[in-house]
């Protein structure tokens, strides 16, 4: 079992940043990619990047990309989401989560086996 609580939240302008962080316990964190999804009202849950075991390999949705950068230090069994420059849309509950596939890329929500209780982000316009 791998237990994650993110924090981090809250309620911020547009233009603003936060950096939510995701705390692991459990099995060993650098055998899993970690991954950042997030669920806005009215809306499915969408993924929004993910980190391989070392952090060498990243991967973001097109919405996000070249705004919010994630990260992982496995020293400190904790990912994190920078979100930069954050927009109205950027509003929704942030889940953090973790895969064992061995596969880099990793979309899917059916792939990651644990993930968190959600935080809630609200951007202001």
């Known amino acids: 079992q791998v237990q994650l609580v993110e924090s981090g939240g809250g309620l911020v302008q547009a233009g603003d940043s936060l950096r939510l962080s995701c705390a692991a316990s459990?099995?060993?964190?650098?055998?899993?990619?970690m991954g950042w999804f997030r669920q806005a009202p009215g809306k499915e849950r969408e993924f929004v990047t993910s980190?391989?075991?070392?952090?060498?390999?990243?991967y973001y949705a097109t919405s996000v990309k070249g705004r919010f950068t994630i990260s992982r230090d496995n020293a400190k069994n904790t990912a994190y989401l920078q979100m930069d420059s954050l927009k109205p849309e950027d509003t929704a509950v942030y889940y953090c989560?973790?895969?064992?596939?061995?596969?880099?890329?990793?979309?899917?929500?059916?792939?990651?086996?644990?993930w968190g209780q959600g935080t809630q982000v609200t951007v202001s316009s």
């Open positions: 989560a973790a895969s064992s596939s061995r596969v880099t890329g990793t979309r899917a929500e059916s792939l990651y086996e644990y």
């Open positions: 459990g099995r060993t964190f650098s055998n899993y990619i």
């Open positions: 980190i391989s075991w070392s952090g060498g390999i990243t």
